[in-house]
């Protein structure tokens, strides 16, 4: 049952500028939250304390406003509820899902099988899955930098076949149910070596803490979406609608990157491009 106002969140990572196809997503969610009457919430995904940087987080809120974007309160910075996500997965260790992995990524590349997850990386072999207790015990007690999985196998016979609502985010909310499918990702980290949580964790976490009763993102987190139902599951958490909308893409059709050098959205307003200009490039409804 979708309840009586719908709430939205847009959460971009401050680990660069935005750039057009962030320009599409937010203002893509604009136009349906209009629709619906929805609520707009602004998330800072700030969990990677080496990368962002709070410039980039000040750059952002400064672009959507430039965009016209008004968001319902102020913005929410994950950096600052490390706490919550270290509970979340204090509880899935109580249930026995999360183990210790050592491995770098030099070692899981020498062991690699070949098989890749969705994202064309190595899926982990699961060297330090049968490590016995006083294994672990003993590399935990000496300070080795860990990482901790979930193991993928027990976690999906715990949950059972889930189910994924896709929907567009109409005032109909005609919905798509498709089967998730978790084990194609692997045992995934969830805490990682460098900060206590992991993107998996802490949107999952964050969704259900705020409400979220739609979440609107780019078709490059579609698959992704089979880790975030199962966490939802193993934790207890709402599952909200989800409505990947499709990708901004270079001139050789691939999709814009920060890291790949995309123009960003202060560049273009600092040649006198207007935020018209960006839709219609765009081609959304004003």
Not at 59 to 67: G, K, N, S, T, V
Not at 114 to 124: K, L
Request: a neutral charge; aromatic letters at 8%.
């Amino acid at each position: 049952m979708v309840p009586s106002q719908p709430i939205f969140r847009f959460a971009p990572s401050p680990n660069g500028l935005l750039h057009l196809g962030h320009a599409y997503s937010v203002l893509f969610m604009q136009y349906w939250a209009r629709k619906m009457q929805a609520k707009m919430l602004l998330r800072i995904e700030d969990i990677d304390t080496q990368r962002c940087r709070p410039e980039f987080a000040q750059a952002a809120i400064e672009d959507l406003e430039w965009l016209g974007l008004a968001f319902d309160g102020p913005a929410f910075y994950q950096s600052r509820h490390f706490p919550d996500y270290g509970a979340a997965a204090d509880a899935l260790r109580s249930q026995g899902l999360l183990y210790p992995c050592f491995c770098s990524r030099k070692d899981i590349k020498g062991a690699s099988t070949g098989a890749v997850d969705p994202d064309g990386a190595p899926i982990y072999p699961g060297t330090c899955r049968d490590l016995s207790a006083d294994q672990r015990k003993r590399r935990l007690a000496a300070g080795e930098p860990v990482q901790w999985r979930l193991d993928m196998a027990k976690a999906v016979a715990v949950a059972g076949p889930i189910e994924i609502m896709e929907t567009m985010p109409t005032p109909d909310q005609r919905v798509e149910m498709r089967n998730a499918e978790p084990e194609r990702w692997g045992d995934v980290v969830l805490v990682r070596k460098d900060t206590p949580t992991s993107y998996h964790l802490s949107v999952v976490v964050d969704d259900a803490r705020q409400g979220i009763t739609h979440v609107i993102r780019g078709m490059d987190l579609y698959k992704s979406t089979d880790i975030h139902v199962l966490l939802q599951f193993l934790l207890g958490l709402p599952s909200p609608f989800y409505c990947h909308h499709k990708l901004v893409r270079d001139e050789s059709a691939e999709k814009l990157s920060k890291s790949a050098g995309a123009r960003s959205l202060k560049a273009m307003r600092l040649t006198g491009i207007t935020p018209d200009d960006i839709r219609q490039r765009l081609d959304l409804i004003k």
